[in-house]
């Protein structure tokens, strides 16, 4: 009895580690088959080709390894947590141009330094209001001269939002709109036609998404044959992750033509941006940096 009641127990007890063992085998192929089920193919992608490029690009400054889904955004609490973890882990940041790689650089910041502190303070400022409820938190582990790093990726539902490292290249696109055309419900003092040109540069994360824009839109009003009887500029400018300035005025208002002056200048978290009023210019300073200073106009016909 007592040699067939160990028997008994010795087999249940093998019996629980192999059922114990074969949990543990699914769970650990669950996640190596699939470990980001959570996140849209757009993300995924954004991830894909980001690691790609990144390692290509700047490998020798620090290494993608790898990312994995981690949580999702679901109430308050959760929104302060994720906000909390990009803050805490902004101990390395990178800032540079896209299309300049030579100026790309990776910096790991000094635990408790001024610059840490007021990289945290930048990084809650600009990203407080981009994670929303149902937004994606991803990890993504980095090596740098064999030491690990991981920061904190949210994605929402058309793509990547922010990133401590790849938020900080930044890249900007020239984009110029024209459209002219009647609009006979805002006519300015009676003119028959309206007509605006937007000269505009959109800005771009390192993973492709729009992060920001700058620019100004010059507008004449005019008759059939007339010359240009009024005018006006407006200037705009965001960015996320950044800082940027945009600042215009008309140089010639009425006439055969209107000419409007420009001043635009972006730069990355740790940089500064700054106009000087009475040269009417822009600055900006740092390791990533774009500045437009310049004049364009617009014709009747």
Do not use: H
Request: proline share 2%.
């Amino acid at each position: 009895m007592k040699i067939l009641k160990l028997k008994s127990i010795f087999f249940s007890l093998m019996a629980i580690v192999m059922v114990t063992v074969f949990l543990t085998s699914c769970e650990k192929d669950y996640v190596k088959v699939n470990p980001n089920e959570n996140i849209n193919e757009i993300t995924l992608q954004q991830l894909k080709t980001s690691k790609q490029l990144w390692n290509e690009k700047f490998s020798d400054k620090i290494t993608l390894l790898n990312y994995k889904y981690v949580g999702t955004v679901e109430n308050e609490q959760d929104m302060q947590e994720a906000l909390n973890k990009i803050a805490d882990e902004a101990k390395i940041v990178a800032s540079g141009d896209l299309d300049q790689p030579e100026s790309v650089k990776v910096e790991v910041l000094r635990e408790n330094s001024a610059k840490a502190a007021i990289t945290k303070d930048n990084l809650r400022n600009y990203i407080k209001d981009g994670i929303e409820i149902s937004n994606k938190v991803i990890a993504l582990n980095w090596d740098k001269n064999g030491e690990q790093f991981t920061t904190y990726c949210i994605a929402n539902k058309e793509g990547i939002v922010w990133d401590n490292i790849l938020g900080g290249v930044l890249a900007v696109a020239p984009e110029i709109e024209e459209e002219s055309g009647i609009d006979s419900n805002s006519n300015k003092n009676g003119a028959g036609w309206k007509k605006w040109q937007r000269r505009g540069w959109k800005i771009k994360a390192f993973w492709g998404s729009t992060i920001g824009k700058l620019g100004c839109t010059l507008t004449i009003y005019y008759n059939t044959g007339g010359p240009v009887t009024n005018s006006d500029v407006e200037d705009y400018a965001w960015i996320s992750g950044g800082k940027g300035v945009s600042e215009s005025k008309l140089l010639v208002k009425t006439g055969s033509f209107a000419k409007a002056q420009y001043a635009l200048a972006v730069a990355g978290i740790t940089g500064k941006v700054n106009f000087d009023k009475g040269s009417f210019t822009a600055s900006a300073s740092g390791a990533y940096d774009e500045v437009r200073n310049g004049t364009f106009s617009l014709y009747p016909n």
